[in-house]
């Protein structure tokens, strides 16, 4: 209860002090990582944009092996620096990230969730802090969701390769993810992440979301230390035995149907709670392709299927997944402890 009675004020501070997200940040010249233009595309130029937005003005471009200095990562784009400024490039035009103080900066990618709520009614993920803006998808009673921070009133998630807005006045309440292990309990999670899918009314399309459910129900576990979750060998194999149906999935670059169809989405969720905890260790891990799938920032997506998924706990204590699937959320929490 202790710990509990912290955070709950821990989190009134930081809802009252708020923290700018990222769009609406002074322009920070840190030097967070070191990376190259990408070489995947030979024979073609990366434009480099005075704004996060492809609409903006064009002030330079790159060749593929170029090195850059990062400054700042977004769900669409990298800020890096730029004759003195900062300047934006596309994330799928960079690679080979590395962190240039790699124990106070977390692997590239990682985008830390503080907070995350259980929703209580019908609330729209806005496309702008803004009630009068697009709205995203309309999440609805029991879906889960997970928030980078709160800024003036307003929660902010990653909504595929954007950011995505709720009003936390329509929030029954919002919790708090540990800010360290050791508050961490059955109630607390370590660490939390969803990803946004389909909703599409379609034979194939519910057959996927089925598979959501299954790869949640299957990885729901508790790993103990020095444990290794091998993602297609726990979670599949993706059969129909095993309660999978033929759905849409990415094989050789192209779509396809499979049993499991969707599964990498479920991977790729997992991969973005293990990128947030340093005490697990990824020991495979392979991209979709050059582009990466379109439901989560560039650079963070784990290939299932064909390829895997594999991580260890190297903590001195159990972790436990929980996941729940709804309206389009998939929601991944990990918790210490075994229960």
Not at 23 to 45: D, G, H
Not at 130 to 146: F, P
Not at 244 to 272: F, I, K, M, R, V
Request: aromatic content about 10%; glycine content about 8%; charged content about 15%.
């Amino acid at each position: 209860m202790k710990n509990k009675r912290i955070l709950i004020i821990t989190l009134a501070l930081l809802v009252v002090l708020g923290s700018l997200p990222a769009p609406a940040r002074a322009q920070n010249t840190q030097v967070l990582y070191n990376a190259i233009i990408t070489k995947l595309f030979a024979n073609s130029m990366t434009s480099v944009y005075t704004e996060a937005d492809k609409d903006s003005r064009v002030i330079d471009t790159m060749k593929p092996g170029t090195p850059i200095q990062v400054v700042e990562v977004l769900p669409n784009y990298v800020g890096i620096l730029h004759k003195g400024n900062v300047a934006y490039v596309l994330r799928h035009r960079i690679a080979d990230a590395v962190a240039v103080d790699p124990v106070r900066t977390p692997r590239y990618g990682t985008a830390v969730n503080h907070y995350y709520a259980t929703l209580d009614k019908a609330t729209p993920v806005k496309a702008a802090p803004d009630a009068n803006s697009e709205t995203l998808i309309t999440l609805y009673a029991g879906a889960k969701i997970g928030f980078l921070d709160v800024n003036d009133g307003w929660a902010y998630t990653i909504f595929k390769r954007q950011y995505g807005y709720v009003d936390t006045r329509l929030l029954p309440q919002l919790e708090m993810v540990a800010p360290s292990e050791a508050y961490s309990n059955q109630d607390v999670p370590l660490a939390v992440y969803n990803s946004f899918y389909n909703i599409a009314d379609t034979d194939t399309n519910k057959s996927r979301i089925s598979n959501l459910v299954v790869c949640g129900q299957r990885m729901d576990v508790t790993m103990a230390p020095g444990q290794t979750l091998d993602f297609n060998n726990n979670v599949g194999p993706f059969t129909k035995r095993n309660g999978y149906l033929p759905a849409g999935a990415l094989a050789d670059g192209e779509w396809t149907l499979a049993y499991g169809g969707g599964s990498c989405q479920a991977s790729s969720t997992l991969y973005n709670v293990v990128l947030q905890l340093m005490g697990l260790t990824v020991l495979r891990r392979a991209p979709h392709g050059p582009n990466a799938i379109s439901y989560l920032p560039h650079g963070v997506d784990a290939s299932s299927g064909a390829l895997n998924f594999v991580f260890r706990n190297d903590y001195d204590f159990p972790v436990t997944l929980r996941t729940h699937v709804q309206d389009g959320s998939m929601f991944i929490a990990m918790y210490r402890g075994a229960f």
